[in-house]
């Protein structure tokens, strides 16, 4: 059966609900902040892999995600610990009733002071009550907030790519309609933004709200926001709901500088640095490399102290290292770029044919590899080393070579790898990573 809003019945029903809210909120607060704190670890673990494997869409997906599990779990927090203190001052109010000032016996300074600004427990109650429901309603609305500026920001990179990128081989008319559009979003967002900022100002305007409604309508669908517009209006109605919303705003702003600092141990050394002869990032490091969501910087090797007469070489797969490639060896660019998120679907019927050609490609795509790659131990050059293709112990996909050792004194020394790029027929050979490390023999 369908409800009547503007029944009695079922405006009593809501009014029934509103007295007993208090519990729904809290049983939705404690599971969602326990499965929020469950939430991080693996949210993380999938940006990292993500992040790494160059997948740009995953990773903004995951970001949205993080930045959501972190308000909503400071906002439920907070509010757990405000409707704590509400039944606790219900509590209290059942044993000893309203505050007796009377018996308190302050110097009549004082209890002019306390009287008008603490009023009555029961007005203290309500204002705990108040705080709880808009706290409560609020935390789910900044996701939403969140999700339409992620939106907005989204449609402006797809019609940069879409319309506009490849502008010089693309239909002028797709071309003037990106400008077009990307204009038009970008003023929407601009006019949103003043409009949110200054509680509906464009609205109220005679002449603004007419050059404002079609953006208005627009980014009314493109960011969600009919989803949740009925709540940011009965905010705005509301005096108390009004200043608790939209002080909270800035209040995580402030929140996330805070978060930002971090402590300096030193001037000039970090062990977060980009490893070179004096610095060694455990990221260069097979041994270092244990937790999961840790990966490979561009290069590793086994370990800072090596042993062996030989050391192996791990270099990470990016997307840079195959673009060096096919600028090196024109040759090799597919027509088609396979690269990037494609269906795994294919229809192809001639696949025996295609996987010959195939072989013979990554043959000499591996040749290719060992022309634009060299390394360096000390003095010591290394030119054009075998590599295979394969995956790291922590499942990142890479090229793996080997070198000797036999030359090399006992001591310290560092790894230089160097890649060579080519641009308008010029070769640049760019220092890619140093390694620091110290052989000694058994």
Not at 104 to 117: A, E, G, Q, V
């Amino acid at each position: 059966m369908q409800n009547n809003y503007r029944s009695k019945a079922f405006k009593a029903w809501l009014d029934k609900l509103q007295q007993e809210s208090w519990q729904l909120e809290l049983i939705i607060s404690g599971f969602s902040v326990y499965g929020l704190s469950q939430a991080f670890d693996p949210l993380e673990l999938y940006y990292n892999i993500s992040s790494n494997e160059g997948n740009t869409i995953i990773s903004i997906g995951i970001v949205l995600m993080l930045f959501s599990c972190y308000i909503l779990m400071t906002s439920l927090l907070l509010h757990v610990v405000l409707r704590g203190l509400w039944i606790g001052a219900l509590g209290l109010r059942y044993v000893s009733g309203d505050i007796d000032y009377k018996k308190l016996n302050y110097r009549p300074k004082f209890d002019r002071y306390i009287r008008r600004k603490t009023g009555s427990f029961d007005k203290y109650i309500s204002k705990l009550e108040d705080y709880c429901s808009i706290l409560f309603a609020t935390s789910f609305l900044l996701i939403f907030y969140m999700l339409s500026i992620f939106i907005s920001i989204g449609s402006i990179v797809a019609i940069s790519i879409l319309m506009i990128k490849d502008h010089q081989n693309s239909n002028k008319i797709i071309f003037v309609l990106g400008i077009g559009a990307l204009f038009f979003v970008l003023i929407g967002m601009f006019l949103t933004f003043i409009d949110f900022v200054t509680q509906g100002y464009l609205k109220k305007n005679k002449w603004l709200a007419k050059v404002y409604f079609p953006f208005y309508w627009v980014f009314n669908y493109l960011t969600l926001s009919f989803l949740y517009r009925p709540l940011v209006h009965n905010f705005l109605d509301n005096r108390f709901g009004k200043r608790l919303h939209f002080s909270l705003i800035p209040l995580y702003f402030i929140a996330a500088t805070l978060a930002s600092y971090q402590h300096n141990r030193s001037n000039y050394l970090n062990t977060n640095d980009d490893s070179n002869q004096y610095i060694a990032n455990i990221n260069n490091y097979d041994e270092t490399i244990t937790k999961k969501g840790m990966f490979i910087k561009n290069a590793s090797i086994p370990s800072k102290i090596i042993t062996t007469n030989y050391l192996p070489v791990f270099i990470e797969y990016n997307e840079d290292i195959e673009d060096a490639i096919f600028n090196f060896n024109k040759t090799l660019k597919p027509q088609y770029d396979k690269r990037g998120l494609k269906s795994g679907l294919n229809f192809s019927f001639n696949e025996v044919a295609k996987i010959k050609n195939m072989d013979s490609l990554k043959t000499e795509y591996l040749k290719t590899l060992t022309k634009i790659y060299s390394f360096k131990i000390d003095s010591i050059d290394f030119n054009q080393p075998d590599f295979i293709y394969t995956k790291h112990n922590n499942n990142q996909e890479g090229f793996e070579t080997v070198l000797p050792l036999k030359n090399i004194t006992e001591g310290k020394h560092s790894l230089d790898i160097f890649r060579i790029e080519k641009q308008d027929s010029i070769n640049t050979k760019n220092k890619i990573v140093t390694i620091p490390f110290w052989h000694y023999s058994k």
